[in-house]
């Protein structure tokens, strides 16, 4: 007994210091930059790549990726995990350990860009100052919201002349209806970026430049009498806009924001360093540490209980010589160690964690232990499909991961007639693996379904795998439609009927009219209020 409750409370300590979170933004706000600067913080890397340009500053980040590029899967560019000593922390307490996980943006933007945020428990909503928000940030954030992931907002590039402040939260809260809560007000307009205004504390944070920004920014800490000195009318101005929100009812509260109701403030600048230190303290201080997961079965998996993770990522090896699969867990609860053999709840297999792995600071390192919130790579996974539930000791299945609104479609046919029967395996393999959702219906036929897809890149994909693994030569022609609504078997004639409309069955059973843009969408809508429409964020 005395063996057990000390592990338990071993697992107990691990995940109150862990924090799990993603990095939601639009291309170009500054993620790649924000995360080395979280890097350079929390002294994973000395220095920040500014100083070398562009070449250099992408490259300290992804560096290690280039082992991983080599063997044509990348592990590392999924999740980073580094340890983080609070400048609140006493000196025998442990540092803080944050996992940040990779949201795929720019071009492969894809269903598993949303899949990740199943795997965190907080996200850092990016915004570049000079233009606010932006379409894929909005998406992202929807997901957040439906999964009741708090978000925490970060105004970024205020070196650079943007907004003001109060014309960027105006726009949060009326867009989104999420009510920001400034936790550091910057001192200067965007591009005169001075210091921040600590606004629970009432104090003045001014930043040093360091040359390129490759250093940490030194600090300076004043009190409002001093920053008043200091900078006279800019510090005015700041304490009057943060008082106008405080009295507007914009002020921090722990619960409001756990509810997905307020999101906390920062402003920052990635490439001067400014604000990062900030950033990570608020996750620390702010973020929720890892927590139950609710099974199928309604029961909760607490995070002391016996060890269980939930799928969320299954990268194919994308050059033919390494075809194996590799697969990212997140740990739901209990304590992970290499070698142990777990049950794969989808299949009742047993499944071998010899070769796992996570990335450490710079290096991937071959992971012994893991506890809840961490992400762990597993190689040789060809079983395990996204939304997967492994576990040991009691039984537990998680739900499955939700499929999310796809905007791209498209027809996808073999080659030669002759193949049809290695087509359609190969097909249906992807379709529960997650690579694309699969639409049929009875007009169209079985040879001929159509993949939906969250980007277009997931169709490439299919493509890249049905030759490889599956030895058939694809052919993928693009359909006109842009929007999906779910719908039921009552609308679906009526639907039909229209133009620029069809309806097909997802393999998950679920009906979804597919319109050819917006405008039709809302002008069926409004000649036929009784149709079933709903809109599809992360549709179960
Ligand atoms: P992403 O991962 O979100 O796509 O963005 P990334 O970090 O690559 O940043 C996009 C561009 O914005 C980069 O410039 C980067 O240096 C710049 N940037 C990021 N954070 C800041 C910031 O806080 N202030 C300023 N001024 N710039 C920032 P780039 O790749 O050189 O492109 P460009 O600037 O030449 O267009």
Known sequence: MRVHWFLVSSIADEVSRRR??????HPDAGKST?????????RV???AGAIHGKAGRKSTVSDWMEMEKARGISVSSTALQFNYTSSEASPDEEPSVINLVDTPGHADFSEDTYRVLTAVDA??????AAKGLEPQTLKLFQVCRHRGIPVITVINKWDRPGRTPLELLDE???????TPTPLFWPVGIAGDFRGLR??????????????GGAKIAPEEHLSTD??????GDVWAEAVEETELMTEMGQSHDQEMFLAGQTSPVIFTSAILNFGVRQLLEALVELAPAPHSRTAIDDSER??????????????????SAHRDRLAFMRIVSGEFERGMVVQHAQTGKPFATKYAMTVVGRDRETVETAYPGDVVGLVNANALSPGDTLYDGAKVQFPPIPSFAPEHFAVVRADSAGKYKQFRKGIEQLGTEGVVQLLRNDVRGDASPVMAAVGPMQFEVVVARMKTEFNVDVQVEHLGYSVARRTDSASADELNRQRGVEVFERNDGALLALFSDKWRLQYIEKEHPSLTLEPLVAAA
Do not use: C, W
């Open 34 to 42: 924000m995360t080395e600067a979280l890097a350079l913080h929390a």
């Open 198 to 211: 600590d606004v629970r504390k009432d104090e003045y944070v001014h930043f040093t430049r360091t040359a």
């Open 123 to 128: 996200a850092v909503m990016l915004i570049d």
């Open 45 to 47: 890397i000395n220095e």
């Open 302 to 319: 607490e995070v002391t209980d016996p060890f269980s993770a939930v799928v969320f990522k299954v990268q194919a090896g994308m050059d």
């Open 226 to 231: 001093a920053a008043l000195d200091r900078e």
């Open 20 to 25: 799990t979170f993603a990095i939601i933004s």
């Open 172 to 178: 949060i809260s009326e867009r989104i209806g999420l």
